[in-house]
């Protein structure tokens, strides 16, 4: 059962924008913490953001100031909006939630002129 689709994706350029998305079912929304993370070709997976079910959030520092997680509750729908990307957050992104014990297939960001 997908509990978590990740979209939004796509090709931009240096400085630009992207907003991800994360549909949730509602469960999920309404009781779990729900995190970013991403993969960078050749590179192990790492945290970008959080949010937990009340709305506190988190970054990793490399994100912090451009990145911004947000609940949409009437969508029970996560975003991440990027802004002034660089080409080293090219990477596929994926949200989950604890225990992590299955991962979608992500949505892949290219930050390239």
């Known amino acids: 059962q997908v509990q978590l689709m990740e979209s939004g994706g796509g090709l931009v350029q240096p400085g630009g924008s992207l907003r991800l998305s994360c549909a949730a079912s509602?469960?999920?929304?309404?009781?779990?913490?729900i995190f970013w993370y991403r993969q960078a070709p050749g590179k192990e997976r790492e945290w970008v953001a959080l949010?937990?079910?009340?709305?506190?959030?988190n970054y990793v520092d490399s994100v912090k100031g451009r990145f911004t997680i947000s609940r949409d509750s009437a969508e029970n729908t996560v975003y991440l909006q990027m802004n002034s990307l660089k080409p080293e957050d090219t990477a596929v992104y994926y949200c989950?939630?604890?225990?992590?014990?299955?991962w979608g297939q992500g949505t892949q960001v290219t930050v390239s002129s």
């Open positions: 509602a469960s999920i929304f309404t009781t779990k913490a």
């Open positions: 949010t937990t079910a009340n709305g506190v959030t």
């Open positions: 989950n939630f604890p225990p992590f014990e299955h």
